[in-house]
């Protein structure tokens, strides 16, 4: 079991040296940062409308209508935005046994294979998530409470998320094959 202390620092983003692909990678980098700075005010602003309804509700005895969506819409904006971020670092979760086990050679070829599978999919996710987004913003659908936020706003921050991951993810593939020398 880790408890976190015997762990190394993260490294930084893998990133290419030189040309257009680092060029990408820095202006991605600067901009995961910039939405990581976003995401945790809005992390922030739902811990204070979940305290604020808590203290509204058992003192002042007020109902608050709003306050469960709003926060569950930063939330899911946080999180989405995030994932981008989380990929540069190769922070999401993986299963190291297999590759502990593998000759270098043959993991630079898995780490390969796992990132097109996983660009592959996220793809495809941020595809449908944008068809979501477009569906709620032309239909004009809103929640089912009384509050009624639009749709759109959480689906369009899932859409926006999933597309940076989505690049993200194309910077890393392009990177393997950018570099003679894959590092693990």
């Given at each position: ?26 202006f991605i ?21 979940l305290?604020?309804s ?6 002042l005895?007020v ?11 930063l ?42 599978a ?30 009624a936020?639009p ?21 890393q ?12």
């Amino acid at each position: 079991m880790s408890h976190g202390f015997e762990l190394n620092p993260a490294k930084g983003p893998e990133m290419a040296e030189s040309g257009i692909l680092a060029n990408a990678g820095r202006f991605i980098a600067r901009l995961n940062e910039w939405v990581m700075a976003a995401a945790t005010f809005a992390i922030m602003a739902a811990a204070c409308i979940l305290t604020y309804s808590v203290v509204s509700r058992y003192f002042l005895k007020v109902s608050t209508d709003w306050q469960d969506e709003a926060s569950v819409f930063l939330l899911v904006g946080a999180i989405f935005m995030c994932c981008a971020y989380v990929q540069s670092y190769r922070g999401h979760i993986g299963i190291d046994a297999v590759a502990s086990i593998l000759p270098e050679s043959v993991n630079r070829i898995r780490r390969v294979i796992v990132d097109i599978a996983s660009l592959a999919f996220c793809t495809f996710f941020s595809w449908k998530s944008w068809a979501l987004f477009h569906e709620a913003l032309v239909g004009g659908h809103t929640t089912s409470s009384s509050f009624a936020p639009p749709l759109w706003i959480p689906y369009g921050l899932m859409a926006v998320g999933m597309t940076n991951l989505v690049l993200q993810l194309l910077m890393q593939v392009l990177s393997h094959f950018a570099r003679k020398e894959v590092t693990a």
